[in-house]
């Protein structure tokens, strides 16, 4: 599968990374994510619960992105809902971190839905993990679609 996040993956080695980025080479995702609040999902991803853990220390690094916002333009409403096609990932897809200049990829183990008040898919786990989730296209008060992914 040849497409602009695995071009750029292929043509970015470790040594140049400059940003934390969050990549999804199956449906061409490739997002900056950081720290703040509701805010920070209009650029990217959004890091939630950083105390709980990242790809150095462990735990759950949990990262949360729109699936559907619409802008004013098709173009804005691409680039506002970034995980509009997570519904393609599957069990043993690839999801490629970029965390403080180092390169880290996480292999899916489960994925399922949950009530919008699940905060539990945030709390720390004893073992690493990667959980990405976003609302499902029911919207915000339908739920959330989780993906849970283990370090490869």
Not at 94 to 112: A, C, M, P, Q, W
Request: with cysteine; charged share 25%; aromatic share 10%.
């Amino acid at each position: 599968m040849r497409n602009e996040t695995t071009q750029l993956l292929a043509a970015t080695p470790e040594t140049s990374i400059t940003e934390d980025r969050l990549y999804i080479p199956k449906i061409d995702i490739n997002v900056p994510y950081a720290t703040g609040g509701a805010e920070t999902m209009e650029r990217g991803a959004w890091w939630r619960q950083p105390e709980n853990g990242n790809p150095v220390d462990g735990g759950n690094f949990v990262l949360s992105a729109h699936r559907f916002i619409m802008g004013l333009t098709p173009q804005q409403t691409i680039q506002k809902s970034p995980f509009y096609s997570i519904d393609k990932l599957r069990i043993g897809d690839e999801i490629i971190i970029d965390y403080h200049g180092k390169r880290y990829t996480y292999v899916i183990s489960r994925l399922f839905d949950v009530k919008p008040d699940a905060v539990h898919i945030e709390d720390r786990t004893d073992k690493p993990q990667l959980t990405l989730y976003s609302c499902t296209l029911g919207g915000a008060a339908d739920g959330r679609t989780v993906f849970v992914a283990t370090p490869r």
